[in-house]
Nanobody
Framework: QVQLVESGGGLVQPGGSLRLSCVDSGGTFRTYTVAWFRQIPGKEREFVAS????????EYADSVKGRFTISRDNAKNTVSLQMNVLKPEDTAYYYC?????????????????WGRGTQVTVSS
């Protein structure tokens, strides 16, 4: 059974970096697309980045392109999100999602499995 667990969140100053990790403790991790979404209280969850099972394709939201990098290590059942040059507007709860059921990796309703999330706060 797929179980996604996020880690790596925390408090960082503007301009700093954080690396989030999403581990699948069960399931056929290497076969499915994984994405990161984020949510601010009172707002809809928004797409951040996604990566296919083979790492052949990555996608990014315009707001993070050039600053965030998504990658995966299937041997360790892990997908990472390296976040650089963080801005206060990156502050949100970040969620890992896996296994596309709809062929649109930017849609939150396209994913079958979700982690519980990790908080990222960018503040001086």
């Amino acid at each position: 059974q797929v179980q996604l667990v996020e880690s790596g969140g925390g408090l960082v100053q503007p301009g700093g970096s954080l690396r989030l990790s999403c581990v699948d403790s069960g399931g056929t991790f290497r076969t499915y697309t994984v994405a990161w979404f984020r949510q601010i209280p009172g707002k809809e969850r928004e797409f951040v980045a996604s990566i296919t099972g083979s790492s052949s394709r990555t996608e990014y939201a315009d707001s993070v392109k050039g600053r965030f990098t998504i990658s995966r290590d299937n041997a360790k059942n892990t997908v990472s999100l390296q976040m650089n040059v963080l801005k206060p507007e990156d502050t949100a709860y970040y969620y890992c999602a896996g296994f596309l059921v709809v062929a649109d990796s930017r849609r939150q309703d396209a994913y079958k499995y979700w982690g519980r999330g990790t908080q990222v706060t960018v503040s001086s």
